[in-house]
């Protein structure tokens, strides 16, 4: 068996085009027969080569079916999908041998050392024992001095790092991530985050999934936003951001106002105590200056000041809000 070393790379690790996949429901759910759900909508996205991408959405929006149609665990309805240029249904083969998956689930042999476990998992996927690299790929996850340890000797973060060895032992150059930081404590996250950019850093794709979205912030160059197996958004994580063009002034000031200063009408304010302010603002259209010299003007002596850049956080909410929200997503996803 041979891996899919020899792929020219291409422009795109993953291609999504017109993914669509409706459940069928029906027989033991009563009531439910013959009922279908429609998962992914028409759904077209690429991830670049070499990027670090986040797939985000709200529960049920859709990600694990389209990480499971990759994966060849869930078939689709219609639509094309390509793994490092290899179609999933002309070639799930190579396209599957391209594509590392990363598991929410802690599903590790506690009998195994990790040296093992990465040996017997090589052996699953066919490559040789001269193109072994276990050792290698412990040393890059952080584990080398584990190697000859149990499983189940090992901390919850470092079995989530033998995890990604795992599903880098066929040197996939494409890694899907789901949720690899769900429960983890804040140093392990921290020690995740390292090895996840040391990857990214070495050429591997990595597509991830999660609910933290200050990790996506802070790894991720690219986003992709689904709701409701719809794309509400795909983009650079900076022009996410700077589409919501919104910045947030706090300011204290030496004396109680009785109201807003009149200079502050056209922006967004509140009150948040009788000595403090906060405003939003458009960056792209007004300068902080203006903010700070209206609050001048009308006598105030500004005793401090804060300011907030718009958050992933925030262009989530405003793309993902259903019910009355529904205008604003609208506008955010123009
Ligand atoms: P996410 O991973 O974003 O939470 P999922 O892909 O798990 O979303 O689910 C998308 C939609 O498909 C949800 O409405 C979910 O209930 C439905 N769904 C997922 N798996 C199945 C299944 N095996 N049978 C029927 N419906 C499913």
Same mark, same amino acid.
């Given at each position: 068996?041979?891996?899919?070393?020899?792929?020219?790379?291409?422009?795109?690790?993953?291609?999504?085009?017109?993914?669509?996949?409706?459940?069928?429901?029906?027989?033991?759910?009563?009531?439910?027969?013959?009922?279908?759900?429609?998962?992914?909508?028409?759904?077209?996205?690429?991830?670049?080569?070499?990027?670090?991408?986040?797939?985000?959405?709200?529960?049920?929006?859709?990600?694990?079916?389209?990480?499971?149609?990759?994966?060849?665990?869930?078939?689709?309805?219609?639509?094309?999908?390509?793994?490092?240029?290899?179609?999933?249904?002309?070639?799930?083969?190579?396209?599957?041998?391209?594509?590392?998956?990363?598991?929410?689930?802690?599903?590790?042999?506690?009998?195994?050392?990790? &040296?093992?476990?990465?040996? @017997?998992? *090589? /052996? #699953?996927?066919?490559?040789?024992? $001269?193109? %072994?690299?276990?050792?290698?790929?412990?040393?890059?996850?952080?584990?080398?001095?584990?190697?000859?340890?149990?499983?189940?000797?090992?901390?919850?973060?470092?079995?989530?790092?033998?995890?990604?060895?795992?599903?880098?032992?066929?040197?996939?150059?494409?890694?899907?991530?789901?949720?690899?930081?769900?429960?983890?404590?804040?140093?392990?996250?921290?020690?995740?985050?390292?090895?996840?950019?040391?990857?990214?850093?070495?050429?591997?794709?990595?597509?991830?999934?999660?609910?933290?979205?200050?990790?996506?912030?802070?790894?991720?160059?690219?986003?992709?936003?689904?709701?409701?197996?719809?794309?509400?958004?795909?983009?650079?994580?900076?022009?996410?951001?700077?589409?919501?063009?919104?910045?947030?002034?706090?300011?204290?000031?030496? &004396?109680?106002?009785?109201? @807003?200063? *009149? /200079? #502050?009408?056209?922006?967004?304010? $509140?009150? %948040?105590?009788?000595?403090?302010?906060?405003?939003?603002?458009?960056?792209?259209?007004?300068?902080?200056?203006?903010?700070?010299?209206?609050?001048?003007?009308?006598?105030?002596?500004?005793?401090?000041?804060?300011?907030?850049?718009?958050?992933?956080?925030?262009?989530?909410?405003?793309?993902?809000?259903?019910?009355?929200?529904?205008?604003?997503?609208?506008?955010?996803?123009?």
């Amino acid at each position: 068996m041979t891996l899919p070393r020899q792929t020219p790379r291409p422009e795109n690790a993953v291609e999504i085009s017109h993914l669509r996949k409706v459940y069928g429901r029906g027989g033991n759910v009563p009531g439910a027969e013959g009922a279908t759900v429609a998962a992914l909508k028409d759904l077209s996205l690429n991830v670049p080569r070499g990027s670090f991408f986040a797939l985000l959405g709200p529960n049920g929006a859709g990600k694990s079916t389209l990480i499971n149609i990759l994966s060849g665990l869930v078939i689709k309805t219609s639509g094309e999908a390509r793994v490092w240029g290899h179609d999933i249904d002309r070639d799930m083969r190579a396209a599957r041998l391209s594509l590392g998956v990363v598991p929410q689930e802690l599903n590790l042999d506690p009998f195994f050392t990790p &040296r093992e476990l990465l040996e @017997v998992q *090589a /052996g #699953l996927f066919g490559v040789p024992a $001269e193109r %072994r690299r276990s050792d290698e790929i412990l040393a890059a996850v952080g584990l080398a001095d584990k190697a000859g340890a149990y499983a189940r000797s090992l901390s919850g973060g470092m079995r989530r790092r033998l995890l990604v060895a795992k599903a880098m032992v066929h040197s996939p150059p494409v890694l899907i991530l789901d949720e690899p930081t769900a429960g983890v404590d804040v140093e392990l996250r921290r020690q995740l985050w390292v090895t996840m950019r040391d990857l990214n850093a070495r050429g591997t794709t990595i597509l991830l999934t999660t609910h933290y979205l200050e990790e996506a912030q802070a790894l991720c160059d690219r986003v992709a936003i689904i709701d409701r197996g719809e794309l509400v958004a795909c983009d650079d994580t900076s022009a996410l951001l700077a589409r919501l063009d919104s910045k947030e002034m706090l300011i204290t000031v030496d &004396r109680d106002m009785t109201r @807003v200063p *009149a /200079g #502050l009408v056209p922006f967004r304010t $509140e009150l %948040r105590s009788p000595r403090q302010v906060s405003v939003s603002y458009p960056p792209s259209r007004a300068h902080s200056g203006e903010i700070i010299a209206a609050i001048q003007d009308a006598g105030f002596v500004i005793t401090n000041l804060t300011t907030r850049e718009a958050a992933l956080e925030d262009v989530f909410l405003r793309l993902t809000r259903h019910g009355p929200g529904d205008g604003d997503r609208a506008a955010a996803a123009q």
